[in-house]
């Protein structure tokens, strides 16, 4: 029974818990196996965001959550390098911290670019690793949000991105022009999905082998 002093973000991942300790079911699920419902969680939540009502918005994000939590019961288990919902929580918290330091470490930020300079400077000194601006870029994307994502990277190191062959005056033009080019690919008997990937792949070695002229 939940009380007013009980937390419910600790109840829930109590809740996780035991019904990974105790469903057959839950305990048979690994990391790999959960992909599939992340990624409809995911895109639940987007409907939610761009058509649904609050109580759908929050319905859909504790689904979310619930993923984040499921997740974290299974890493606590592993038996070589456990983490629990608290290392998750706690790691989060630290980056956030570093990422607003004109919020928690007394510098300035007067404009939405300021903030985004203080990020990535921030983000840059966690990545130092990382030998190109591609390292990070979720391969499991869809192929336009990773086309998105990119040409934003290739434009950074000076690698060439195909020009439109006529500019949209507006999202409801470019939606228009990549429906057409959609209905273009079915026409013709071609993969859209397929064509971009192979695109992408094709300017990701023109963005290395910029990055190694430098």
């Known amino acids: 029974m939940t009380t007013a002093d009980q937390d ?16 057959v079911w839950s305990q048979r699920i690994t990391h790999r196996d959960l992909v599939p419902y992340l990624i409809e969680e995911s895109h639940e939540v987007i409907d939610a965001v761009e058509s649904g009502s609050r109580a759908d918005l929050r319905e859909e994000l504790g689904d979310l959550l619930w993923q984040v939590l499921f997740h974290s019961a299974i890493a606590a288990q592993d038996p070589d390098d456990p ?19 004109h919020v928690f470490a007394g510098e300035t930020a007067e404009t939405p670019e300021e903030v985004l300079v203080h990020w ?22 869809p192929a336009l949000a990773l086309a998105q994502k990119v040409v934003g990277r290739a434009d ?36 859209a999905e397929r064509a971009l ?3 992408l792949r094709a300017l990701e070695d023109e963005v290395r082998a910029a990055e190694s002229d430098r």
């Open 83 to 101: 983490f629990d919902v608290d290392d998750v929580a706690r790691t989060l918290n630290e980056k956030m911290v570093r990422r607003h330091p």
């Open 8 to 23: 419910p973000l600790r109840e829930v991942a109590e809740t996780m818990r035991a019904v990974r300790e105790r469903c």
């Open 120 to 141: 990535n400077a921030a983000k840059a000194a966690e990545k130092r690793t990382r030998r190109s601006v591609l390292d990070g870029i979720p391969r499991g994307m």
């Open 197 to 199: 990937r192979e695109r």
């Open 156 to 191: 950074g190191v000076g690698a060439v991105v195909p020009e439109p062959a006529q500019t949209p005056a507006s999202e409801a033009e470019l939606g228009d022009a990549l429906l057409s080019l959609v209905a273009l690919a079915r026409d013709s008997g071609w993969d």
